[in-house]
Nanobody
């Protein structure tokens, strides 16, 4: 079993940067892939970024690519999402999640492939 807790959200202005953290209670965190998703008010949850268990491979949504960067420090049981050049459309609750199929050939952007989810952290970007 593993528990995830996101932090770092808040209210920022367009163009600002923010770094989200996802801390795991499980010491097997370094053996699973990680992902970030977000859900805006009235919309479905959507994929943002994913990272291989090793940290050596990442993928991003088109909206995140070039602006966001996912990373991890497995010795601290923590994953991060660095968000730069934030836009009002980035406003959402951001969730981290883990994918226990660590060796799947392709990192997953599908939420059903993720097993454990955090409670989310709210990001609001004003114009």
């Amino acid at each position: 079993q593993m528990q995830l807790v996101e932090s770092g959200g808040g209210l920022v202005q367009a163009g600002d940067s923010l770094r989200l953290s996802c801390t795991s209670s499980g010491r097997t965190f370094g053996l699973v892939n990680g992902g970030w998703f977000r859900q805006a008010p009235g919309k479905d949850r959507e994929f943002v970024a994913a990272i291989r268990w090793s940290g050596r491979e990442t993928i991003y949504s088109e909206s995140a690519k070039g602006r966001f960067a996912v990373s991890r420090e497995n010795d601290r049981y923590t994953m991060y999402l660095q968000m730069n050049s934030l836009k009002p459309e980035d406003t959402a609750i951001y969730y981290c999640a883990t994918d226990y199929k660590a060796y799947r050939a392709l990192l997953s952007s599908t939420e059903n492939d993720y097993d454990t989810w955090g409670q989310g952290t709210r990001v609001t970007v004003s114009s």
